[in-house]
């Protein structure tokens, strides 16, 4: 990686679209326990089993109890972590496991209301996953739950809100850096059918839930929630209407819910945001692309970039910034502490961040929860990308145009 | 039906061919199955700072890191191997990669010596390294590794044939394709090929010339001993047969490094090495040659 000057820099963005990479500290940011915090997971699947293994990287936090009804994805979740009991049924956990102050949900959506509501009844903290639920009237309970737990923690498991990277990239979204949005653009383009298998026979449909559209948001609902997030945070906004369309492109296996989806969504003003995923291409992957008249943002999980436009004005944190290599055109790159990192000689060591986004948003509830502090993403926030998840998915199956009714915000 | 499945994962191109019934069941077994190795890029990289392996690199050396069931038996794999091979097998070997060129950063150099370096408590199964600057790589076992998880899901779901490999120098084989008594594999060195049949057995293939980086004085192979911290290229190929593909990888690359087998391999595994001599086989019927 070069160092480029003051000078240097101006002359590069004065003429061509310069591509900043955002970086924050590579120094991980973690939560600090004193003494030692036990947490449960109930749901053992994919994401059940990613938060064990990020879990594990706290020092101070025991993961003492792990819960699921499907004895192959509990004996899959007990052999990552050491010393933890299994469950079958989330109240035997809660009842047996008295000293374990927080949990964190990882069941299928629909399953989101119940339990969430008996682990705050029951005193618990809650880290619920995102999407919160699969209808309305479930967020709203899950709201009113979380409201009524005084005292304790409830977060919705919205990652960008705790990733290092989009909190930096927010504020210059905010700021004159980026100046008037112009339009909004995210897509999750993977290549998997999205269908598990299942040993046994009984379990099928319950581990393919999110094939059954009696209970699955579809991809608008469990890939888009977490994009769709990200723009309202950043707008301190909320969607008025989506119209989507999709349909199976590639896994004609008798399923209904569709494998490519086209959503378009208006904000306020008149703002757009398109929204694309599909599980039979990858190319691209998952990003977001909020356009501003001065600059874009391009956001993707571990790595952030902006594009300035030519006639953007400079701004001083770009004294800091170090040239990228960003496909054919050589940016800068943005890095917090940049000059005590040069000095400490880790400049060096990439631009992604140190650990996945999904450690940062658990991190964020274990120091919630330790410190008594407010959740970064609480049950409102979670209810309110849920909700806009819902009416996406309801325009994806209807192919129709869907008004979002500000009413049901207010919880 | 078979069904063949591919994904890029560790720097290299993963393919299972799977045999079996139906597609969509089928399908969702082999996604499960390459899922591990999508799981595994992501927890083994040295090259991805969010990885759990980069993550043990920058925090081990400060406190013990609990390992998840899977890290905790590669890490343990690992310590196996490095004794049996007398050393010549040897994960904190990554510091010289960088040093030399052959991986990327900026040539932070750092101790060698995985006996000295990594202390792995049984008890609370966790590590621990001993000094600051220590790199595990996994580079020559990981792919193999990965395999054996996938070939595990495969198995619990009652796949009873498949080929799987990982940049084809890794692989591993369930059953044997229908009216045959195992999976047909050629290996090539020099001009000079054999071909093995694999059926519930894995290969793993270190051929050191297979990549070469130029450097100042010359040029490297991609192995090097972890003794001298010179490129091995006292052969041109080594492959291992055994139970675990994880293992055939890692002898592999301990066989390019001693130029030979030693007598503290264990019995169970086969090793095929081919230098000036041609092919030299532990079996006592080398595998056929084609040409």
């Known amino acids: 990686m070069s160092h480029t000057t003051r000078r240097e820099f101006i002359v590069q963005t004065a003429g061509a679209l310069g591509a900043v990479a955002f970086m924050p500290s590579l120094i991980a940011k973690g939560a600090q326990i004193d003494g030692r915090l036990d947490v449960a997971v109930i749901g053992a699947g994919r994401q059940g089993r990613s938060i064990l293994g990020e879990l594990q990287k706290f020092a101070g936090v025991r993961v003492v109890g792990i819960c699921d009804n499907n004895p192959g994805r509990l004996n899959s979740g007990l052999r990552r972590v050491q010393g933890a009991e299994g469950f079958a049924d989330h109240r035997a956990m809660l009842d047996k496991l008295s000293g374990c102050k927080a949990i964190v949900i990882a069941t299928p959506t629909h399953l989101h209301r119940e339990i969430a509501i008996d682990c705050l009844g029951a005193g618990r903290h809650v880290y619920c996953e995102a999407p919160l639920a699969h209808t309305v009237e479930d967020c709203r309970a899950i709201v009113i739950a979380a409201r009524r737990a005084s005292g304790l923690v409830f977060q919705s498991g919205l990652e960008g809100r705790s990733n290092p990277i989009y909190q930096l990239a927010r504020t210059f979204f905010r700021s004159d850096a980026v100046r008037e949005p112009v339009s909004l653009e995210a897509q999750d383009y993977r290549k998997t059918s999205w269908r598990f298998p299942s040993p046994d026979p009984r379990f099928d449909r319950e581990i393919n839930w999110r094939l059954d559209p009696e209970v699955s948001l579809g991809l608008a609902g469990e890939m888009g929630v977490h994009q769709f997030d990200v723009m309202m945070w950043y707008l301190d906004a909320i969607p008025e209407s989506v119209i989507g369309a999709g349909s199976i492109r590639v896994y004609d296996d008798g399923r209904a819910v569709a494998d490519t989806i086209d959503c378009a969504l208006r904000f306020p003003r008149g703002l757009g945001m398109r929204y694309g995923a599909s599980l039979g291409n990858s190319h691209g992957g998952r990003y977001e692309l909020l356009r501003g008249t001065n600059a874009a943002i391009k956001l993707a999980w571990t790595a952030g970039w902006m594009f300035k436009e030519a006639d953007a004005p400079t701004q001083g944190w770009e004294v800091y910034a170090n040239r990228q290599q960003f496909h054919n055109e050589e940016g800068i790159t943005l890095i917090a502490d940049a000059t005590q990192l040069a000095s400490q000689g880790k400049l060096q060591e990439g631009v992604g961040l140190p650990n996945p986004p999904l450690y940062y948003a658990l991190g964020d509830f274990i120091a919630s929860v330790a410190e008594g502090k407010p959740a970064i993403c609480d049950a409102e926030a979670g209810a309110r990308a849920t909700i806009v998840a819902i009416h996406a998915a309801k325009s994806v199956t209807g192919e129709d145009i869907v008004r979002i009714d500000p009413s049901l915000f207010q919880f | ?291």
């Open chain 2, 1 to 291: 039906m078979i069904l063949p499945l591919s994904i890029h994962a560790m720097g290299t191109r993963f393919e299972f061919v799977l045999s079996g019934a139906t597609e969509p069941s089928l399908r969702a077994v082999g996604e499960a199955a390459l899922e591990e190795v999508q799981r595994l890029h992501a927890a083994l990289s040295v090259f991805q700072p969010e990885s759990m392996l980069s993550f043990i690199n920058r925090t081990a050396c400060d406190r013990a890191v609990r390992l998840d069931e899977d890290m905790w038996n590669l890490m343990n794999l690992c310590d196996r191997v490095h004794r049996d091979s007398e050393g010549a097998f040897d994960p904190t070997v990554g510091v010289v990669m960088r040093r030399l060129g052959l991986h990327p950063g900026d040539g932070e150099d750092g101790p060698i010596g995985w006996a000295d370096l990594v202390e792995l408590d049984e008890r609370e199964r966790t590590i621990r390294l001993t000094h600051r600057g220590v790199r595990i790589d996994l580079g020559a076992i990981a792919k193999g590794f990965a395999l054996d998880c996938s070939a595990g899901v495969l198995r619990e779901h009652g796949v009873e044939a498949a080929l799987l490999h990982g940049g084809t120098s890794s692989v591993i084989a369930i059953g044997a394709p229908p009216d045959r008594e195992g999976w047909t594999v050629s290996i090539h060195s020099a001009g000079e090929a054999i071909e093995v049949d694999l059926a519930d057995r894995a290969l793993g293939v270190s051929a050191p010339r297979g990549r070469i980086v130029a450097c100042e004085g010359g040029s490297v192979s991609h192995v090097i001993d972890p003794r001298s911290e010179h490129s091995a290229e006292q052969v041109d190929t080594a492959a291992v047969v055994g139970s675990s593909a994880g293992v055939a990888d890692a002898w592999a690359t301990a066989l390019v490094v001693l130029g030979g087998r030693p007598a503290s391999m264990c019995d169970e595994l086969e090793s095929m090495i081919h230098g000036q001599d041609g092919w030299v086989c532990s079996q006592r019927t080398c595998p056929q040659e084609v040409s």
